[in-house]
């Protein structure tokens, strides 16, 4: 599995969180190829797109 378990991950488990490496690395062409082969931008993505919508329909 991409994060090193055995385990797939599913809407119902989750891949645990990177950690955040922003404070520690600047953003680079590489960086940021790694985390998107990772999921981490897909996953990212849709969580913003979730929470749109809960906002949304909350008015």
Do not use: F, I, N, W
């Not at 488990?13 to 600047?26: G, H, K, L, N, Y």
């Amino acid at each position: 599995m991409p994060d090193g378990t055995d385990q797939p991950h599913t809407k119902d488990t989750p891949a645990t969180p990177r950690e955040d490496r922003t404070a520690t690395e600047p953003a680079t062409v590489e960086r940021c190829a790694e985390d998107y082969a990772s999921g981490d931008a897909l996953r990212h993505a849709h969580q913003q797109q979730d929470a749109r919508a809960r906002a949304k329909e909350r008015g």
